[in-house]
T-cell receptor, first 116, second 112 residues
Framework: NAGVMQNPRHLVRRRGQEARLRCSPM?????VYWYRQLPEEGLKFMVY????????ESGMPKERFSAEFPKEGPSILRIQQVVRGDSAAYFC??????????????FGNGTRLTVT | DAKTTQPPSMDCAEGRAANLPCNHS???????VYWYRQIHSQGPQYIIH???NNETNEMASLIITEDRKSSTLILPHATLRDTAVYYC?????????????FGTGTRLQVTL
C-alpha cells in the first residue's frame, strides 16, 4: 500500500515563474491537506480539500496561491509568480474520512521549492 | 485553539525509555491528543493518538492524565533512529474541517 506520493521532490524556479506541486493521496483517501514549512520553522496549515471541494483555505495566502483536488488525478498546489519567500518545503497529507472520525493524517515526504 | 506546551529539547540514552511530556490545559472534552514526529527533513510521521484512555501501539505508548490537561509519549527503548522533533497536537474541530496545528515540538536527541 503506497503512501502519500508527492512530486517533484525538488523544484527550482526563477522569480516570476509558476510552480506546480502534485500530491497523490493514499489509496482510498479522499481528503487532502497541504502544509508549508519554512526553513527552521514548524509546519503551517494551508488548505484542506475533499474531492472537487475546498473545505478550509484559512491558511492560504490570498494571492498567487491556489489548490485543487479534481475528481480524477492528484491534488495540485499552484503558486503563480513565485518570489524568494515562497522557498520552503510543501507537505501534503491525506486521510480516509476527513474530520468525522479523527482519522490520522498521513504525510508525504514533501516538495522542496527553491526560488532563485 | 487548545494550545500545547512542550520542552524545546530532550536527551535520551539509547536503550532507555524516552518520556516526552506535553501540557494541554485548555483541551476540550471532545478533542484528541495526537503525536507526530519529523525526522530530519522528511514528512511528519504519525505515532499515536488518544482521547482519555491510555493507548499503546507498536511504536509508543500514550499516557493521558485523568483531567486530560497533560500527556506523556513513551518510547520504551529509544534508538538512534528515534532522534527527531516530536509534536504534540490537540486536534481542534472547527465547523466541518479539523486540521492539525503544529507547534515547535520537542527535539529529542538519542545518544550512545
Amino acid at each position: 500500500n503506497a503512501g502519500v506520493m508527492q512530486n517533484p521532490r525538488h523544484l527550482v524556479r526563477r522569480r516570476g515563474q509558476e510552480a506546480r506541486l502534485r500530491c497523490s493521496p493514499m489509496k482510498g483517501h479522499s481528503h487532502v491537506y497541504w502544509y508549508r514549512q519554512l526553513p527552521e520553522e514548524g509546519l503551517k496549515f494551508m488548505v484542506y480539500l475533499q474531492k472537487e471541494n475546498i473545505i478550509d483555505e484559512s491558511g492560504m495566502p490570498k494571492e498567487r496561491f491556489s489548490a485543487e483536488f479534481p475528481k480524477e488525478g492528484p491534488s495540485i498546489l499552484r503558486i503563480q509568480q513565485v518570489v524568494r519567500g515562497d522557498s520552503a518545503a510543501y507537505f501534503c497529507a491525506s486521510s480516509p474520512l476527513g474530520d468525522r472520525n479523527n482519522s490520522p493524517l498521513h504525510f508525504g515526504n514533501g516538495t522542496r521549492l527553491t526560488v532563485t | 485553539d487548545a494550545k500545547t506546551t512542550q520542552p524545546p529539547s530532550m536527551d535520551c540514552a539509547e536503550g532507555r525509555a524516552a518520556n516526552l511530556p506535553c501540557n494541554h490545559s485548555t483541551i476540550s472534552g471532545n478533542e484528541y491528543v495526537y503525536w507526530y514526529r519529523q525526522i530530519h527533513s522528511q514528512g511528519p510521521q504519525y505515532i499515536i493518538h488518544g482521547l482519555k484512555n491510555n493507548e499503546t501501539n507498536e511504536m509508543a505508548s500514550l499516557i493521558i492524565t485523568e483531567d486530560r490537561k497533560s500527556s506523556t509519549l513513551i518510547l520504551p527503548h529509544a534508538t538512534l533512529r528515534d532522534t527527531a522533533v516530536y509534536y504534540c497536537i490537540v486536534r481542534v474541530r472547527t465547523g466541518t474541517a479539523s486540521k492539525l496545528t503544529f507547534g515547535t515540538g520537542t527535539r529529542l536527541q538519542v545518544t550512545l
